[in-house]
């Protein structure tokens, strides 16, 4: 039930770690003492809630910096990694499928880990996952340059490096959605230019310390580089940490078995059962995958498109050097992409930033997946530089808009208190989207002898990804029209619930051009299924 009195319980809104944040302008009734009564003078206590509100600036522009640093390292690093591919697939004797698994498993474990990474900073909090993010990712790659077989590489560059990948950057682009409100889209906009960065410098650093070390050495030090998401997470400190826990939390829905119902086998079954369930429904949406068809449609198109979006970052460069191409100009055109996303992105933020694009961001994103995907199109005419360097122009630009925007349209379609389990279930499929994408390319490659193929392919899949979602959200849009033109035209009471789904009830959620409005009453209102 949604507290209409000023009080948010955390079981409803928000998780006990210490980066929860509400992102409103606090009303003279959002506080509550340590003894329980609204609108007292002390200090908020912080197991009934912990609404403060988001400077939108100040500290927030260091979080910023960390979280574009921390995103270089992590997402951007699959693009470094085609540089070592044919060095990997001579020293291991493995095929084009076999070799393909450690950038797949590294990217689907980064995506699939998302509901252990919710655990982690609920307990932890967003500072310390991310540390621990960097400590792992760094671990696991500096031990992959001692493996002996590509088995053994799945597990270090694969499952621990991707884990670490997704402790760190699940948690910096969540507490970054709390410390940016009015300036969320700007905000994911300039983190997503990380990507872009990564993709710039990785590849050179990346081949050049293939140049000098062999990519036995440079795993090793791009263990050593990894570790540095530790120093970013440092500085991701979170809004108004509470002095002290208060009064215990008491959940009204559940209640804790007596010890009488524990220590038989019926008690612990019923206890192991309940608490897999309240797991699964707080660290992964599947109430929102069931109750919110936006949310449901945009997550199983963005789960198509992972099919194809990554895998031609993965064979651009064996493409390139595959028609004779020098592997240092091939790796050139890597950085290209990165030098054009990150000149696109900071306008991009900026531009849609503005109250024009306010309720579309989900069109602009689908038509930016577009041509994303048709540009892939460009490398079956050919394989020569001039043409790759169309390829990664157009691809960068299009790429700048979706990465722009994928954050920024989830945010719109949820709400920041269901954002992290929103998207870890949407990281696990995309995980298992990513996890099959480029073994199926290898494959591919293998059976056909040609590069092309996968790059027409590609482009099939995410060109049909963002036909679904345009396709999908104009008929949800023309549903919601024809509802409201069939209602009587009188002002709604906020207060009042309105029965959208059978047996769900939602109250209104005002957007952030009708926070000002919602903070004059000093109440908020909140979705509540």
Same mark, same amino acid.
């Given at each position: 039930?949604?507290?209409?009195?000023?009080?948010?319980?955390?079981?409803?809104?928000?998780?006990?770690?210490?980066?929860?944040?509400?992102?409103?302008?606090?009303?003279?009734?959002?506080?509550?003492?340590?003894?329980?009564?609204?609108?007292?003078?002390?200090?908020?206590?912080? =197991?009934?809630?912990?609404?403060?509100?988001?400077?939108?600036?100040?500290?927030?522009?260091?979080?910023?910096?960390?979280?574009?640093?921390?995103?270089?390292?992590?997402?951007?690093?699959? =693009?470094?990694?085609?540089?070592?591919?044919?060095?990997?697939?001579?020293?291991?004797?493995?095929?084009?499928?076999?070799?393909?698994?450690?950038?797949?498993?590294?990217?689907?474990?980064?995506?699939?880990?998302?509901?252990?990474?919710?655990?982690?900073?609920?307990?932890?909090?967003?500072?310390?996952?991310?540390?621990?993010?960097?400590?792992?990712?760094?671990?696991?790659?500096?031990?992959?340059?001692?493996?002996?077989?590509?088995?053994?590489?799945?597990?270090?560059?694969?499952?621990?490096?991707?884990?670490?990948?997704?402790?760190?950057?699940?948690?910096?682009?969540?507490?970054?959605?709390?410390?940016?409100?009015?300036?969320?889209?700007?905000?994911?906009?300039?983190?997503?230019?990380?990507?872009?960065?990564?993709?710039?410098?990785?590849?050179?650093?990346?081949?050049?310390?293939?140049?000098?070390?062999?990519?036995?050495?440079?795993?090793?030090?791009?263990?050593?580089?990894?570790?540095?998401?530790?120093?970013?997470?440092?500085?991701?400190?979170?809004?108004?940490?509470?002095?002290?826990?208060?009064?215990?939390?008491?959940?009204?829905?559940?209640?804790?078995?007596?010890?009488?119902?524990?220590?038989?086998?019926?008690?612990?079954?019923?206890?192991?059962?309940?608490?897999?369930?309240?797991?699964?429904?707080?660290?992964?949406?599947?109430?929102?995958?069931?109750?919110?068809?936006?949310?449901?449609?945009?997550?199983?198109?963005?789960?198509?498109?992972?099919?194809?979006?990554?895998?031609?970052?993965?064979?651009?460069?064996?493409?390139?050097?595959?028609?004779?191409?020098?592997?240092?100009?091939?790796?050139?055109?890597?950085?290209?992409?990165?030098?054009?996303?990150?000149?696109?992105?900071?306008?991009?933020?900026?531009?849609?930033?503005?109250?024009?694009?306010?309720?579309?961001?989900?069109?602009?994103?689908?038509?930016?997946?577009?041509?994303?995907?048709?540009?892939?199109?460009?490398?079956?005419?050919? =394989?020569?530089?001039?043409?790759?360097?169309?390829?990664?122009?157009?691809?960068?630009?299009?790429?700048?808009?979706?990465?722009?925007?994928?954050?920024?349209?989830?945010?719109?379609?949820?709400?920041?208190?269901?954002?992290?389990?929103?998207?870890?279930?949407?990281?696990?499929?995309?995980?298992?989207?990513?996890?099959?994408?480029?073994?199926?390319?290898?494959?591919?490659?293998?059976?056909?002898?040609?590069?092309?193929?996968?790059?027409?392919?590609?482009?099939?899949?995410?060109?049909?990804?963002?036909?679904?979602?345009?396709?999908?959200?104009?008929?949800?849009?023309?549903?919601?029209?024809?509802?409201?033109?069939?209602?009587?035209?009188?002002?709604?009471?906020?207060?009042?619930?309105?029965?959208?789904?059978?047996?769900?009830?939602?109250?209104?959620?005002?957007?952030?051009?009708?926070?000002?409005?919602?903070?004059?009453?000093?109440?908020?209102?909140?979705?509540?299924?």
């Amino acid at each position: 039930m949604t507290q209409r009195n000023g009080i948010r319980w955390t079981s409803d809104r928000c998780s006990l770690s210490e980066d929860c944040v509400q992102e409103k302008t606090p009303g003279p009734d959002d506080y509550e003492t340590e003894k329980g009564r609204p609108g007292g003078e002390g200090r908020a206590s912080t =197991a009934v809630t912990g609404a403060v509100t988001a400077p939108d600036g100040g500290w927030g522009w260091v979080v910023l910096v960390a979280t574009i640093v921390v995103l270089a390292l992590t997402l951007g690093f699959s =693009a470094c990694v085609g540089i070592f591919y044919t060095d990997l697939q001579e020293d291991f004797q493995a095929t084009n499928s076999e070799t393909s698994w450690v950038p797949s498993i590294m990217t689907s474990v980064l995506h699939v880990g998302g509901p252990f990474c919710s655990v982690l900073v609920e307990r932890l909090g967003c500072r310390a996952t991310v540390m621990l993010g960097g400590v792992l990712s760094g671990f696991g790659m500096a031990a992959s340059s001692f493996t002996q077989s590509i088995s053994q590489l799945y597990v270090t560059a694969g499952v621990i490096t991707g884990l670490g990948f997704c402790f760190s950057f699940q948690p910096a682009v969540t507490i970054l959605g709390h410390y940016f409100v009015r300036r969320r889209a700007f905000a994911n906009a300039m983190s997503s230019s990380g990507t872009a960065l990564g993709m710039c410098t990785l590849p050179f650093l990346g081949n050049y310390l293939h140049t000098e070390l062999g990519w036995r050495g440079s795993f090793l030090v791009l263990g050593a580089v990894l570790l540095n998401c530790c120093v970013c997470g440092a500085v991701m400190r979170p809004l108004q940490p509470p002095k002290h826990r208060g009064q215990p939390l008491i959940n009204h829905s559940q209640s804790l078995p007596d010890k009488e119902n524990v220590t038989d086998r019926k008690g612990w079954m019923k206890m192991i059962r309940r608490s897999l369930l309240d797991f699964i429904s707080k660290h992964m949406a599947f109430d929102q995958l069931c109750n919110n068809s936006r949310y449901c449609v945009y997550a199983m198109g963005i789960s198509w498109m992972m099919l194809g979006f990554v895998v031609p970052l993965v064979y651009l460069v064996p493409y390139a050097t595959a028609n004779g191409m020098d592997p240092s100009l091939a790796a050139r055109l890597l950085s290209i992409m990165g030098v054009v996303n990150i000149s696109v992105r900071p306008p991009i933020g900026v531009l849609f930033n503005m109250p024009w694009f306010k309720g579309k961001h989900v069109y602009v994103f689908a038509s930016g997946l577009m041509v994303n995907g048709l540009s892939n199109s460009i490398c079956c005419f050919g =394989a020569s530089f001039g043409v790759l360097i169309t390829y990664v122009v157009f691809y960068g630009l299009s790429m700048s808009v979706v990465g722009s925007l994928m954050f920024t349209v989830l945010m719109d379609i949820v709400e920041m208190s269901r954002f992290p389990s929103a998207l870890g279930l949407l990281a696990v499929m995309e995980g298992i989207m990513l996890l099959i994408g480029p073994p199926l390319a290898g494959a591919l490659v293998d059976r056909t002898g040609q590069y092309y193929h996968v790059f027409f392919a590609c482009s099939v899949v995410v060109a049909s990804a963002a036909v679904f979602l345009i396709v999908s959200f104009c008929w949800l849009d023309t549903k919601v029209k024809k509802s409201k033109r069939g209602q009587p035209s009188t002002v709604q009471d906020p207060g009042r619930t309105v029965d959208i789904v059978p047996g769900c009830q939602y109250s209104n959620l005002p957007v952030e051009g009708d926070k000002d409005k919602a903070s004059v009453n000093g109440t908020e209102h909140v979705t509540s299924v």
